[in-house]
Structures are given as C-alpha cells and as structure tokens.
C-alpha cells in the first residue's frame, strides 16, 4: 500500500511565523502535490513537483513556497503565516500521467495538516 | 479554463441506490477520477475512466460520457459508511495534466439516513 505521511496532524501558529510542512511518500512516485482543502472552495493545488528540485506553481501559489530536495519528500513552506491560511493542507504523490501500464496514476494522499493561524 | 460542477448535498437511505452527476469543462481532458472522503479524513481513490462506458467495481459504478462533459458515480446498496464526500477530479493536459495533475470539484456530501 502507498503511504504518505504528513509530519503533523494539528499545527497551531502564529501571525508573522514561518511554517514547514512536510511530507513523505514510500512509492518512489515521481510526482508530489500540495493542496489546500477549505469548505465550499473544495481542493486547491498549491504547488506541485514531478522530479527532484523541480517545482511548478498551481492555482493558488501566493503566500507559499516549496522545496524538493530528494525524491521522497516535498516540503511546503509558508515565508510568514497569515490568517487567511489557516486551512487543511493535503499532500499526494503519483507516478506521471501516461507512464506504462500506470496510466490511470491517481493521487495517492496523506492524511493531512490541519493548520491554525492565530 | 477549466470547471467541475456537483452537487453539494445529496441525502439517500440505507439499501437505496444513489447517483451523483458531475459535469465538467476542460480543454484537453485525460481522464477522470471519483475519491471518497470521509470527515477528517484523506481522499482515498475510488473509479477512473478516460473512455466512454460505465466502469463497475464491486457497489460503485463510474460512467464517463467525454462528448456530454459528463460523469456520474452509481453506488448500489448504501451502507451508512457510505456517508462521505465524493470528489470528481479531472485531469487537465493543458492543466499540469501531462504531469499527473487532477482538478478538483468541490464535493458531494452524501448522508445515508437508515
């Protein structure tokens, strides 16, 4: 089975505050994603990456960084943490999109970041 | 551009069966995806289709219609572990697509009343 995991489950910080979240994945997928999840907004791509330090903004990257630096793990770093971000943050992994025989590549998610920002 | 619409809300009763329409407009589909959803949890993967035709495993059916910009998920014989939210999600070539990126609808919650 894939597993993704995300370092913390509840985060809690404040105004001003840089924030990591981290996420690691076990399937040697090259691709990795960062969502944000809000109620009637549904999943939001943040950024995502399909090789080691390559990065590529999503629909909503304002606010937010990100930094691949080996192939399991994708890190996304908020520079200084704001009210408005105060969210569920999702991280998946796939393979790419038309690999053979994995054509299908569905995201595969981690549990998620429930992150506060006071 | 590119919009995924559902419906919000959808109530059904244990037993029953339940469809949940998704309709969507992309520019260069490849593919679309149903996740479940319960509270508090990740999406876990549950159809693809990237053809016309219906999709069956087990309960849940997935139909694609790719000239109609049109889905649907069957789920047959509701359980109440049913309750949770369905996400229909479309890969988008011109979208990060060739990536393996999907966009999201914003979800049906589906309650399963006994």
């Known amino acids: 089975d894939v597993k993704v995991t995300q370092s913390s489950r509840y985060l809690v910080k404040r105004t001003g505050e840089k924030v990591f979240l981290e996420c690691v994945q076990d399937?040697?997928?090259?691709?990795m994603f960062w969502y944000r999840q809000d109620p009637g907004l549904g999943l939001r791509l943040i950024y995502f990456?399909?090789?080691?330090?390559?990065?590529e903004k999503g629909d909503i990257p304002e606010g937010y960084s990100v930094s691949r630096e080996k192939k399991e793990r994708f890190s996304l770093i908020l520079e200084s943490a704001s009210t408005n971000q105060t969210s569920m943050y999702l991280c998946?992994?796939?393979?790419?999109?038309?690999?053979?025989?994995?054509?299908?590549?569905?995201?595969?998610f981690g549990n998620g970041t429930r992150l506060t920002v006071t | 551009g590119q919009n995924i619409d559902q419906p919000t809300e959808m109530t059904a009763t244990e037993g029953a069966i339940v469809q949940i329409n998704c309709t969507y407009q992309?520019?260069?589909?490849?593919?679309l995806f149903w996740y479940q959803q319960h509270a508090g949890e990740a999406p876990t993967f549950l159809s693809y289709?990237?053809?016309?035709g219906l999709e069956e495993k087990g309960r849940f059916s997935s139909f694609l219609s790719r000239s109609k910009g049109y889905s649907y998920l069957l789920l047959k014989e509701l359980q109440m572990k049913d309750s949770a939210s369905y996400l229909c999600?479309?890969?988008?070539?011109?979208?990060?697509?060739?990536?393996?990126?999907?966009?999201f609808g914003k979800g049906t919650k589906l309650s399963v009343k006994p």
């Open positions: 289709n990237v053809l016309d």
């Open positions: 999600a479309v890969r988008d070539e011109n979208g990060g697509g060739s990536q393996g990126n999907l966009i």
């Open positions: 990456s399909y090789d080691v330090k390559m990065k």
């Open positions: 998946a992994s796939s393979f790419p999109a038309g690999q053979r025989n994995r054509y299908n590549s569905p995201l595969h």
């Open positions: 992309t520019s260069g589909f490849n593919g």
């Open positions: 399937m040697d997928h090259e691709n």
